[in-house]
């Protein structure tokens, strides 16, 4: 089915601005020598998360840059342009003109890391399991349109919708359409441990909790990707600062998540001819969430005074140094279909004023208290500077009196939240993938991965189907702009700043520019080793 996406060219495949000398040649010739790329991101088994590396449990950044580089997918998403490309697939289409049947035929000569042969029922097994386990934490959400999926024949699997969808292509291109073995994962729980057997460009060869990943080229990967090294060391770090020293002393190669806006200033100015920052637009948000079933949350007037108080200019320039720009909706900037909304409805600037008017014509007793939970470490450790600001905007006037909590375990946050334990929390999104879809129907639509108590009915089951049906995206565009402006109507969600991407990689490491996708996950196969600059 023809469709266009709604999304600047220049975010698939990163618009580049090397800061400090590059590095040249073709980076396949590595001799075996591993590419080591720093993060902050932690992997650890826990109550809440007894299987971290099992796709039907993982929905964050940190999750999904294990799994589009071990596991495969039907399409994915091509270096450049914004049509999904087949992967594991060899080719895709919608049967019907509804858009609602979706066929794909698998490429020959499939076979998982393990040796083990994949054919449509794997697909069948992997699509089924994501929606039979439903874990809390996972992205089987994305795939709640699906009614059955059925295999006339071992290289043929067929997807019948409960209503069209002319963004399925995309969400079969995600990990929540990661096909895993059948015969290896079970098909009503979840896989414990650190053990991943896909069918992707890598196969994790080892894995030391706290320390590091190693990711070798998969000798029974068949699709589209070049790899451009033979080998990664994904190793792990509690600090940026820690992480900086590494890439500094040659330690690492490359590090990306999560870079401090300090960190970000003081690569720019290209002092270290080694070292080369990349930076690209981004798709990422920053949000808060309101807690609707909370009695002092549910109040309109609350959150429209919140709404009044936040300086988003503030936060980008004081807090983050400018590596982030105001946000004004939940659609980001860099997506057709976004509008201001929170701007056109509570200005620019705050506006003491007229929140002190919200809470006395509520007749809301001030100063109000309020709880801001945030993550300590999961979104880099400026979201405890960008919360104490917030505080600080809150309160100034009187309004408010708010109480911080910082949570360092990522997995109790999502299980707090998910709970309604907290007041007001702040979140980050990554996309699935760039349509203006993808900033709605996780928060708001059914089975929203954040267990909102607050529901839109209007959003939810009106303006998502409906603009599910155009496959011309630039159709629905009204659609999505009365679904912006109802969220700034009800304030369940705050929107904040929209993020840039940033990779710093020593200066003999190519593929930078591609390095980061859309989506903000590492390609692990786009870097290589070239030669050092001099």
Same mark, same amino acid.
């Given at each position: ?5 709604? #999304? ?16 040249? @040649? ?10 080591? $790329? ?25 999750? !999904? ?15 450049? @342009? ?23 035929? &698998? ?36 795939? +709640? ?11 043929? #699997? ?27 994962? %079970? ?26 990943? $190693? ?31 590494? &890439? ?5 190669? /490359? ?14 100015? @290209? ?17 808060? $969430? ?11 007037? $609350? ?6 108080? *936040? ?56 100063? *109000?208290?309020?709880?801001? +939970? ?23 006037? @009187?309004?408010?009196? #708010?109480? =911080? ?23 980050? !999104? ?24 607050? *529901? ?34 009800? /304030?369940?969600? =705050? ?18 520019? !591609? ?18 600059? %001099?």
């Amino acid at each position: 089915m023809n469709r266009k996406l709604l #999304v600047a060219p220049a975010l698939i495949g990163m618009a580049t601005l090397s800061l400090a000398g590059c590095g040249s @040649g073709g980076g396949s010739g590595d001799g075996g020598r591993a590419i080591v $790329v720093g993060t902050t991101d932690t992997f650890q088994m826990s109550k809440d998360n007894p299987a971290p590396f099992d796709p039907a449990t993982g929905y964050d950044i940190g999750s !999904w840059n294990i799994f589009n580089n071990t596991y495969q997918m039907l399409l994915r998403l091509p270096r450049s @342009g914004t049509e999904p490309q087949p992967e594991a697939a060899k080719e895709c289409h919608f049967t019907d003109s509804q858009g609602e049947q979706y066929r794909c035929t &698998l490429r020959s000569g499939l076979t998982f890391s393990n040796g083990d042969k994949i054919t449509s029922e794997d697909v069948k097994f992997s699509i089924d399991r994501m929606i039979k386990i439903n874990d809390p934490n996972g992205p089987a959400s994305l795939l +709640s349109n699906v009614d059955k999926v059925e295999t006339p024949d071992p290289s043929t #699997v067929v997807f019948h919708l409960t209503g069209p969808d002319s963004t399925f292509p995309f969400k079969l291109s995600t990990p929540a359409a990661a096909i895993v073995d059948g015969q290896a994962y %079970e098909a009503t729980k979840i896989h414990p441990g650190y053990s991943v057997i896909g069918s992707g460009p890598y196969e994790l060869k080892s894995f030391s909790a706290g320390k590091s990943a $190693v990711f070798v080229k998969n000798p029974h990967y068949k699709g589209t990707i070049k790899l451009n090294n033979s080998k990664i060391e994904l190793r792990f770090f509690t600090t940026a600062k820690a992480m900086q020293t590494a &890439l500094t002393k040659g330690d690492i190669d /490359v590090m990306s998540r999560t870079m401090t806006p300090e960190q970000v200033s003081d690569l720019s100015d @290209g002092s270290n001819s080694q070292i080369k920052l990349t930076e690209a637009p981004g798709t990422e948000i920053r949000y808060l $969430v309101f807690n609707t079933a909370d009695p002092t949350v549910k109040q309109l007037a $609350v959150r429209k005074a919140v709404a009044n108080l *936040v300086d988003r200019q503030s936060l980008t320039k004081d807090v983050y140094q400018h590596t982030t720009t105001p946000l004004y909706s939940m659609v980001p900037q860099s997506i057709t279909g976004h509008t201001n909304s929170f701007f056109d409805a509570y200005g620019d600037e705050p506006n003491l004023a007229r929140a002190r008017q919200y809470l006395d014509s509520a007749n809301i007793d001030t100063p *109000v208290p309020l709880t801001l +939970s945030y993550t300590t470490n999961h979104y880099g450790e400026a979201t405890k500077a960008e919360f104490e600001l917030l505080k600080n905007q809150l309160e100034s006037g @009187g309004l408010f009196k #708010v109480t =911080l909590q910082g949570v360092s375990d990522w997995d109790a946050y999502k299980a707090a939240y998910r709970a309604h334990k907290y007041q007001v929390f702040g979140m980050g !999104w990554f996309p699935d993938f760039p349509d203006p879809d993808n900033y709605l129907a996780p928060f708001l639509g059914k089975d929203d991965f954040l267990n909102l108590a607050y *529901v839109n009915t209007r959003i939810r089951d009106q303006i998502i189907p409906s603009t599910r049906q155009k496959t011309q995206r630039s159709s629905a565009v009204q659609d999505f702009e009365q679904a912006q402006k109802l969220i700034a109507d009800d /304030v369940p969600l =705050l929107p904040l700043w929209q993020g840039k991407q940033y990779i710093a990689a020593r200066s003999d490491i190519t593929g930078t520019e !591609w390095a980061l996708n859309a989506s903000s996950t590492t390609q692990f196969w786009e870097l290589g080793r070239g030669v050092s600059a %001099e």
